[in-house]
């Protein structure tokens, strides 16, 4: 006898879904693993571009030693409003053709990067770098020699060079020409670079980081100072300077001192 095995039910049967509530708390669950996560993102990627500024400023400051050693002199800065190219091309008094010895620096001139569409030298914010150089000895640390001033590193040598660029530890005391209480951490660089740092220095301003734009000899380098609301924004500048004794032996190796 065959036996009669009824047809398996074609309807089909649909799985529960989730509901309103689990859905709501799955999205609460990933929300705050991600609110976890961001902070710790945006820590690394500011570390990174803090290594990678550094690196670029490291790059910049063996730059300025190759163009001494091939040029016999360091570059003025370039000023604002025009291209990342030295002002007064060819060097000699940088303060008397822009107003001041403190600009940018001349990637156009430098031959080097990132820089922005105009060739001044960018930092991993995408700031500009600045640049001062020194005016001692009657701006010999920049000028390659004219009939109106003779005045270069090499025919200044004999008579001893005195570069004047002040770094402070920090802006307490500090005045246009030297350091407060603190000894300096150096009283005769011959140039200086500044990347004014994430927080690009926006209003309120930190007194250090005021230091470093208020374009006269005296600078700070400090370990990264937090923000102070309302009163400043913090300090996260991060300068490098040249010794005058690197320079000297570079030029010296490179043949244009003494």
């Known amino acids: 006898m065959t036996r009669f095995r009824p047809f398996p039910d074609a309807t089909p049967r649909y799985r529960r879904g989730f509901t309103l509530t689990e859905l709501t708390v799955v999205l609460v669950i990933v929300g705050l693993l991600l609110a ?26 063996e730059a300025l030693l190759g163009f001494a050693a091939a ?3 360091l570059p003025c800065p370039a000023v604002d409003g025009a291209t990342g190219e030295e002002a007064p091309p060819g060097g000699d008094d940088c303060a008397t053709f822009s107003g001041n010895f403190v600009g940018y620096v001349p990637g156009i001139t ?18 500009r770098l600045r640049y001062a150089v020194t005016e001692a000895n009657m701006h010999a640390f920049t000028n390659a020699g004219s009939v109106g001033n003779p005045n270069t590193l090499r025919t200044s040598w004999s008579a001893g060079l005195s ?7 920090d802006a307490v005391d500090i005045t246009a ?5 603190p000894p300096s951490l150096t009283g005769n660089a011959a140039a200086i670079l500044i990347s004014v740092g994430k927080n690009q220095q926006l209003p309120p301003l930190h007194a250090a980081e005021t230091a470093n734009i208020d374009d006269n000899r005296t600078f700070v380098s400090s370990l990264p100072l937090p923000a102070n609301p309302p009163t400043d924004n913090g300090f996260d500048d991060l300068v490098v300077w040249l010794s005058p004794h690197t320079l000297y032996h570079r030029m010296i190796a490179a ?3 003494p």
Do not use: E, F
């Open 36 to 61: 976890g996560l961001l902070p710790t993102l945006g820590a690394q990627t500011d570390r990174q571009r803090t290594r990678d500024t550094q690196a670029i400023l490291d790059k910049t400051l």
């Open 71 to 73: 040029h016999g002199r």
């Open 110 to 127: 430098l031959s080097i990067g990132p820089t922005d569409a105009k060739g001044y030298v960018l930092d991993a914010w995408g700031n």
């Open 163 to 169: 570069p004047d660029i002040v770094v402070c530890p």
């Open 177 to 181: 020409t030297a350091c407060g209480s």
């Open 255 to 257: 043949g244009r001192l």
